[in-house]
């Protein structure tokens, strides 16, 4: 391997410890003001009425608790007690618990998925979800409707075969309700939601022009790796004029949209839960995020979304709601942005998002659809991946050999002209020059394989289809396989050992032993950076996805097989050696821009001479 290519190859190396430290920096949060983390939670509790209280029903309430729920709760003390009564709206994909304490979901089960312990896998469970509209008690005075009993229609089995369930607030005004209807079709993971308020202009404040949903998600673990989950926790957000953008719940503990929003999502590794504004858009929303201390809890959003209201007597806003996986083609399908939340490139690699899209989801996919082995999957990805660059590849191997070929002439000059590096620059020129050999050769096709390596890196770990895939050893290809779970902590490396990150790296250094006779040995970061590159890598990939350490071990072994057959019986390193010499009693044409750098390089030395 030659000077510019090791260069090349580092320059990859280190453009992709940046990317994988940009990724994973982790803010710290745990000093999070617990003042703050108990108001927002004090906000979101539910409120409660007096023990005596709840034990009444509507029909037994005397004048005095009577008189005591009308001050709490207003036109809604009617609904202030009751008994909690749940309706299951189900599908093929997807089971949805509704109570009619809120009238809301209290549970949602993706029926076709398990936790990483076996569990089903609920999306929303428990009391600190809640999915909530602010009503008016009196003109002073805000309730949420989560707090209060509404009376639940009977389920409907709509013509498309699909359920729809209505819960009814109603108030002590005459006409005066607010009503929530939900309606799931087959085989779908959105579920139609409707705010429909009627003669609430009369109850709201004359100059008020929004209703506030009140939106709270709890993230429950699912995943193996606990610490990944919590980095690819996010909000993601599309602005009416299509812009997206996302905030990580761990580095982020309050976010405000101001402007209007299409939708907003409540991200997992895996899974998310999006609100979709269907006519029309959402004003605005404020975002309040918390990482409790819990090993079971991976983050909570609490989420105020300001809905446009135009003050009719009968007032409706649908909205849907997703359910469901991260699945690039299904989230893709609604046409509105949504696959943007899957990471296929961000920050200063945003651009290989296109190389995943364009090539290699299009390839995956198409594998997917007849083989169902995921590690075999991989390995025709791979092969197809480098079938691709094997232009580059050839070439880099080419310019190898031609380097290879002048390095006694670069030795010879290197003696020649010692310390003085620019006499050795300016003559070294010369010499590739009448060789006509590109110095760039090796260097360019190494940098132009980058955006392969980081769009693998950003597919892996993100691609739902892998997850609890096994394959060998590996029992889940979206997480890290580990042969060796250690009794404690190694630092820069962790707490288990896995084995496709240990293949990578053996490979990664063959291949650098490999190619030692074509470095520059005599420059000790040429000749040990090769070697020290994969150790640095071996604690950062030990945690990373299983599929993505074996797709680069795979990579790694076909480089040392193609680069073998390549030297052994394709290049002819004397026809290259005579055609080197035959390049050079041809007249040396001189490009513009050459003769500008050797009359550079000339005044460069004109200079010194002069200083010494």
């Known amino acids: 391997m030659d000077r510019n290519s090791v260069i090349g190859f580092l320059l990859l190396g280190v453009l992709l410890v940046v990317y ?23 906000l979101n509790k539910p409120k409660t009425v007096p023990a005596d209280t709840m034990t009444l029903t509507g029909a037994n309430l005397d004048s005095a608790h009577q008189a005591q729920l009308s001050g709490e709760f207003g036109v809604f003390a009617g609904a202030a007690v009751g008994t909690e009564q749940t309706t299951v709206l189900e599908n093929d994909v997807v089971k949805i618990t509704f109570t009619n304490k809120g009238g809301q979901p209290a549970s949602v089960q993706l029926k076709k998925f398990k936790t990483s312990e076996g569990g089903p896998l609920m999306l929303a469970n428990g009391s600190f979800n809640r999915l909530s509209v602010e009503v008016p008690a009196n003109p002073t005075k805000v309730l949420n409707s989560a707090d209060l009993f509404f009376t639940a229609g009977q389920p409907q089995q709509l013509a498309d075969g699909g359920q729809a369930i209505s819960y009814r607030l109603n108030t002590a005004n005459p006409g005066a309700y607010l009503e ?20 609430f202009q009369n109850l709201l404040p004359g100059n008020q022009n929004y209703l506030n949903l009140q939106w709270n998600s709890q993230n429950d673990r699912q995943e193996q790796d606990m610490q990944n989950e919590r980095l690819n926790n996010q909000v993601h957000y599309m602005y009416a004029n299509d812009k997206h953008d996302y905030f990580t719940l761990q580095r982020t503990s309050h976010e405000k ?84 939340i899957i990471p296929l490139g961000s920050g200063i690699f945003a651009f290989v998002k296109y190389v995943n899209k364009w090539i290699i989801i299009p390839v995956f996919n198409f594998l997917s659809g007849f083989i169902h082995n995921y590690g075999l999957i991989i390995l025709l990805l791979t092969i197809f991946i480098r079938l691709i660059i094997a232009p580059f590849t050839y070439q880099s191997y080419v310019s190898q050999a031609k380097m290879k070929v002048l390095k006694p002439e670069l030795d010879a000059l290197r003696a020649k002209y010692g310390d003085d590096q620019q006499a050795f620059g300016v003559e070294q020129m010369k010499l590739f020059k009448s060789a006509g050999v590109n110095p760039l050769g090796g260097c360019l096709p190494a940098l132009l394989q980058l955006p392969i390596l980081v769009a693998m890196y950003s597919f892996f770990p993100s691609s739902i289809e892998l997850r609890q895939e096994s394959f060998l050893w590996a029992k889940d290809l979206s997480t890290y396989d580990s042969i060796l779970n250690l009794p404690f902590n190694i630092p820069f490396y962790g707490n288990h050992v896995s084995l496709f990150t240990i293949l990578m790296t053996i490979t990664s250094l063959i291949l650098a032993f490999y190619n030692r006779g074509m470095t520059d040995q005599s420059n000790p970061v040429m000749k040990y950076m090769p070697y020290i590159m994969p150790i640095m890598l071996l604690g950062i990939f030990n945690r990373l996805a299983a599929a993505l350490t074996f797709y680069y071990f795979l990579s790694n072994v076909i480089s040392i097989l193609l680069q073998w057959v390549i030297q052994k019986f394709i290049i002819n390193h004397d026809k290259i050696h005579a055609q080197i010499q035959e390049n050079k009693k041809k007249p040396v044409s001189k490009s513009k821009w050459q003769d500008k750098l050797e009359e550079m390089q000339r005044r460069q030395q004109e200079i010194q001479q002069r200083k010494k």
Do not use: C
């Not at 994988?20 to 003042?35: G, H, M, P, S, V």
């Not at 929530?180 to 003669?199: E, M, Q, T």
């Not at 806003?317 to 509105?336: A, C, M, Q, R, V």
């Open 20 to 42: 994988i430290f940009y990724n994973q920096k982790q803010q710290q949060n745990a000093t999070i003001e617990k003042a703050r983390q108990d108001s927002i939670a004090n």
């Open 180 to 199: 929530f209807v939900y309606s799931l079709k087959p085989g779908s993971y959105i579920v139609d939601y409707n705010v429909h308020a009627v003669g």
């Open 257 to 340: 949209l101001d402007n209007k929003l299409k939708w907003i999502s409540v991200k997992q590794q895996f899974f998310n839960t999006t609100l979709i504004a269907k006519n029309g858009d959402f004003n605005s929303a404020d975002v309040n995020a918390k990482v409790p201390e819990s090993g079971i809890i991976v983050g909570q959003a609490f989420s105020t979304i300001q809905i446009p209201y135009n003050r009719a007597n009968d007032f409706s806003f649908p909205i849907e709601i997703y359910y469901g996986p991260n699945h690039y083609k299904t989230l893709k399908s609604f046409d509105l942005g949504l696959e943007k």
